[in-house]
């Protein structure tokens, strides 16, 4: 599973499921769709899952799910800023290793040395396709 596949997990895991029933199928239909995002979408939808066209949230609602997570463990991350306290809220190895594979799925274009700038945009783009994937991994970071 892809970094971000394993934060979209922690974040939505079972409440995703139990909120989107096709939660549980959208993996099944991971190479079908990554190898024809744009006309794939009909045949996705026919397995159940609608993995091109997500329904989004907004980040209100994302941080609202991260908020109850935080609540619910008893901790005090600075997750709303920093994808290591994020990734270490969710369980989830936040060494430097990991960000730079987690850079790469997401596409950075800049030097992977865990500089300020590399986590800023990493937190950004983190937080911005979560909502627009609405707990799902978006088909175009399914590997």
Known sequence: MSIFGSIVNAIFGSKAAAATPSASSAPQSTTTAAAAPASGASSTAAAGAAPANPTPISKA?????????????GVKYNWRQSIVDLMKLLDLDSGLGARKELAQELGYKGALDGSAEMNIWLHKQVMDKLAEGGGKVPQSLKH
């Open 61 to 73: 609602e994302v941080e609202a799910i991260i908020a109850r997570i935080e609540a619910d463990r």
